[in-house]
């Protein structure tokens, strides 16, 4: 048996193995459900990640699978949000009369100007519940806890139901017609900016400033009332924020401007980096600066600069585009407390699980978890619309 034999043979096993607990945990959330229509979504849905998530180990080629995957839960997102809005309350705008109730779904993207107003102030400034919701903010938080600690910042790459847009409209095409430069520290670490001057205006406003002016997704999910001058004009400015920040400019620029320069989020999400075990780690015995992985990187997460000192910004994503287009395999996915990764040993039982528990592996079998916890339903919902709009 030669070698290439056997290391397809490792990669299957582990792959069969690693499907097994995420099948399960997807079987559990998916298809536990009377509907007859919820049942043959969820075994699509499970069916679909599972393919997925079997070609992520199997290749142990991250970005493409994930692209996918991604894309799919953003697309699904918004028939099923205003689905549930609908049935909750008659229609996708939000009046005064749910904010007193408290009756808005609470979105991560606010943690950051929640969270830090609440410890500043014992303030919750976002109008949503604390619990007894479908979208509440004890089951966000815990949520986005969980995926913190162990993505970090790859939440915006693996889990984020907004985030697919704009990465999805980067990805088409091929030819760059805006130039950004990633050394640039206004290009980088504008959204850090952002999300400094949004949380003082919401301590002092005691408001979501953010939520109400300059969410681009609010234009299609869950806008305020329009019945005055200012309504409409928030309105307008999300619209416009919408197409240019996630359609024309990711387009142009194949950059995901809207999660690299524009969120909020984003920028709070970086810190946890810190201390996420995953590192993308440069090689500087193999790297020959051919600059593609610059090139390449949708959220400018990669600079000439940090690629001398063998490693990357601290906005990385974990989306794995670098690692698959480098073609001297230079950089690569790494455990942060354990850099010098055995090397295979050429026997199929043994390099199984070297590809078992190796960190594309463990980041891609959290990263579908969770994303699919989180968006899963998402996806099951709206099939199951689908599914009754064509009268299955």
Not at 5 to 29: H, T, Y
Not at 94 to 114: G, R, S
Not at 166 to 172: H, I, K, R, V, W
Request: hydrophobic fraction near 50%; charge should be positive.
């Amino acid at each position: 048996m030669d070698v290439i034999n056997k290391d397809n043979i490792s990669r299957f096993i582990a792959a069969i193995i690693a499907l097994i607990p995420l099948m399960g945990n997807l079987i559990f959330f998916q298809i536990n459900l009377i509907s007859i229509e919820h049942r043959v979504a969820g075994i699509i849905v499970t069916g679909f990640i599972s393919t997925l998530f079997f070609l992520m180990i199997y290749t142990q080629k991250v970005y493409k699978y994930r692209l996918i995957f991604f894309i799919a839960i953003a697309i699904c997102f918004f028939p099923s949000f205003i689905n549930n809005l609908v049935q909750a309350r008659g229609a996708m705008g939000l009046t005064e009369t749910d904010i007193i109730k408290a009756e808005v779904p609470f979105c991560h993207i606010a943690i950051p100007f929640t969270l830090i107003p609440y410890a500043l102030t014992e303030t919750l400034v976002f109008p949503a519940r604390l619990f007894n919701h479908y979208a509440s903010v004890y089951s966000m938080l815990l949520i986005w806890l969980l995926a913190s600690l162990t993505l970090g910042r790859g939440w915006c790459s693996w889990v984020c139901f907004y985030g697919g847009w704009d990465e999805g409209f980067s990805a088409l095409g091929k030819k760059k017609i805006i130039n950004l430069n990633p050394s640039s520290p206004y290009a980088r670490f504008f959204n850090f900016s952002i999300l400094i001057a949004v949380v003082l205006l919401s301590i002092k406003s005691m408001s979501i400033v953010y939520c109400e002016w300059f969410c681009p997704f609010k234009a299609i999910t869950e806008y305020g009332e329009t019945s005055s001058l200012i309504g409409y004009l928030q309105f307008i400015l999300m619209i416009v924020l919408f197409a240019g920040l996630l359609i024309v400019i990711p387009l142009l620029s194949k950059v995901r401007f809207q999660c690299s320069t524009f969120c909020p989020f984003g920028a709070f999400q970086s810190f946890f980096n810190r201390i996420s075990p995953f590192v993308m780690a440069v090689d500087r015995n193999k790297c020959v600066d051919c600059g593609l992985c610059i090139k390449t990187c949708p959220l400018l997460a990669i600079s000439a600069e940090s690629l001398s000192k063998g490693k990357v910004h601290i906005t990385c994503t974990l989306c794995g585009k670098c690692q698959d287009v480098c073609p001297k395999s230079a950089i690569n996915l790494r455990f942060k407390w354990f850099r010098d990764y055995p090397v295979k040993s050429g026997r199929v039982i043994v390099d199984s699980f070297y590809y078992l528990f190796s960190p594309i592996t463990v980041l891609s079998f959290g990263g579908v978890l969770i994303g699919s916890i989180v968006g899963g339903g998402f996806m099951q919902n709206t099939l199951v619309l689908l599914i009754k709009w064509i009268g299955v």
